[in-house]
C-alpha cells in the first residue's frame, strides 16, 4: 500500500472523531450544566518492522473537557439551584458511587426524593440522598441548605436537608461515559467549604455553538482534503501500473 494513501486514510478516520466531539457538543449546547469536551491531537509512533520508528501520526483524543462557567439562568423555580463560580453538586450515579455535576435542574419524586433531570438521587452532607417533605414548599439558601416553608408561612420555616456541594481541583476531575465528573485515581478529596449556590437559576451550557459550526465546518473541509489526496494516490497507483504494463 502506498504510504499517502495510509496517512490520507488514517487522516480522515481521525477527522470524523472531531466531528463526533463537536456533534456532541453541539447537541447539548442547551444542556443544564453541560461542559463541552476539548478534542486535540496527539503523535502516535507507528509500531512494526525496521525503520518504522521514523513515522508518526496524529491521533484524535479528547483529553478532558472545558470547565468554564455557562451563562446563569433565571427560572423562578424553587428546585432549580445553580452553582455560583468554582463547585459541584453531588448525586448517587446509576452504579451506585458519587459523582459531580453541575445540572441543577432538580425534581422531587412522588416519594420525596430530591433527583436530577436523570432520576438520580442528590445527595446531601451526610452522604444520603436529599429527601423533601411531600407538598410542601421549599427553597435552596446560598449555603445549600433546604428550607421547607409550610402554608407559605416564613416564620415556620425549618432545615429539612442540605446539598452536598465539593470543590475539588479541576486536574482531579474527569468525565466518565454517563456524562458526570468523577475523582481521577489518586485524585485530591474534594473540598467541601466555599461552595455557594442560587435559587431559582440554573447554570447553562458552555458550548459556544458559532465557536463548535466554524470547528465543524473545518473539519469537513479537512475531511474532504484528505479523501481527494487518497483519490489522487489511487489515481497516480493506476498510472504506475499502466506505465510497468508497457515496459
Known sequence: MDRALFIAATGARELMRRQDVQTNNLSNAMTPGF??????QRTAPVIGGAGLPTRAYAVESTPGADLAPG????????????VQGEGWFVVRSNDGTEAF??????????????????????IGSNNQPVVLPVNSRVEINEDGSI??????????????GDLKLVNPPAASVTRGGDGLFRLTAGGVAPNVDGVRVAGG???????NSVE?????????RHFDMQVQMMQKTDQNQQAATQILSLS
Open 71 to 82: 451563562a446563569m439562568i433565571a427560572t423562578g423555580r424553587t428546585l432549580d439551584v445553580a
Open 35 to 40: 461542559r463541552a469536551e476539548v478534542a486535540a
Open 212 to 220: 463548535t459550526m466554524v470547528t465543524m465546518i473545518s473539519a469537513a
Open 147 to 160: 428550607s421547607s416553608i409550610p402554608n407559605d408561612d416564613r416564620i415556620q420555616a425549618a432545615i429539612v
Open 101 to 122: 455535576t453541575r445540572s441543577g435542574s432538580f425534581q422531587q419524586s412522588a416519594d420525596g426524593a430530591l433527583v436530577d433531570n436523570a432520576g438520580r438521587p442528590v
Open 201 to 207: 437559576m440554573i447554570e447553562g451550557s458552555n458550548v
